[in-house]
């Protein structure tokens, strides 16, 4: 097989390579699209209820105490799929496992990278792909948590429990790492204010334990949104990256193969001349 024929292949293959890239990249720009989209609402759900919960608590400090906690949990959200340059990377690099007792490791691609990190592992779990599967994720991970509490309930207890989300923001474009468990309180009260009271039709104790319920769950979408959102939009840079890549290498094989081609030509032709000289 000639030079060129060789080169001529190996562009075809780069060009189908190209062809499967290019969709993948369609599909991430996509899902960063609509996940701008459903991230913009779902902050305004949390600004909404962290209002609440600043009007309720102005007007109950008595929920405000102090929580006193001997599980501090930290829950890491990796990577579920591949072409996201250091996400992964920049993410335990901003994890400092001397905080928690024991983490929880959301993303498939995250695995490889926890061996190192000096603390333990509770639970591995896969990531979503795309926004329509973060409910299920989420509810996967509040089981977890609870079969953790179960398994030591002498030592720990959803009351006693602090928990910690480590992601990447959206907003940003950093490593943030959220306390929800605890989930609220007022610093510096004297600077807030509200009018009256809020009109409850329950206990002010039920009220706040729905809300806190209420809260975890529109934080935790949020947050899980957020990780998929940059997870995309690196994806969506690392694959523009590969692509160009390609394209430089397709030109480059392209312009060696038309000179091998027209050495062989002329090979050829020189053959052929020598073949009607010795006749």
């Not at 929580?67 to 579920?80: I, K, P, Q, Y």
């Not at 896969?126 to 991970?141: H, Q, R, S």
């Not at 992601?167 to 468990?181: A, G």
Request: with cysteine; aromatic share 8%; proline share 3%.
């Amino acid at each position: 097989m000639s030079l060129s024929h060789t080169l001529q292949l190996h562009i075809i293959q780069l060009r189908e390579i190209h062809s499967i890239l290019k969709a993948m990249k369609n599909l991430a720009l996509m899902e960063v699209h609509k996940l701008k989209r459903v991230k913009t609402m779902q902050s305004h759900v949390v600004a909404h209820v962290e209002g609440v919960a600043m009007d309720f608590l102005y007007h109950y400090p008595e929920f405000t105490r102090n929580h006193s906690f001997s599980l501090h949990l930290g829950v890491l959200l990796g990577a579920e799929r591949g072409f996201c340059g250091d996400f992964n990377e920049r993410l335990l690099q901003e994890t400092v496992s001397q905080e928690f007792n024991t983490l929880i490791a959301i993303g498939n691609r995250l695995y490889n990278h926890l061996d190192n990190l000096g603390v333990e592992v509770y639970a591995k779990m896969g990531g979503a792909n795309v926004a329509e599967e973060v409910p299920e994720i989420i509810n996967f991970l509040l089981e977890t948590i609870r079969s953790l509490l179960d398994s030591r309930s002498d030592q720990w207890t959803l009351s006693t429990l602090a928990l910690t989300l480590i992601y990447h923001d959206s907003v940003t474009n950093q490593i943030m790492k959220k306390q929800l468990l605890p989930s609220f309180s007022i610093d510096n009260p004297e600077k807030i204010t509200f009018g009256n009271p809020p009109v409850l039709n329950l206990s002010p104790s039920d009220f706040y334990a729905d809300l806190l319920e209420q809260y975890l769950l529109v934080a935790l979408h949020d947050i899980f949104y957020s990780s998929l959102a940059v997870e995309n939009q690196k994806r969506l840079q690392h694959l523009e990256g590969a692509l160009n890549h390609i394209d430089e290498d397709v030109v480059r094989l392209q312009r060696k193969s038309q000179i091998y081609r027209q050495e062989e030509i002329t090979e050829e032709i020189e053959v052929i001349l020598l073949n009607g000289s010795v006749e």
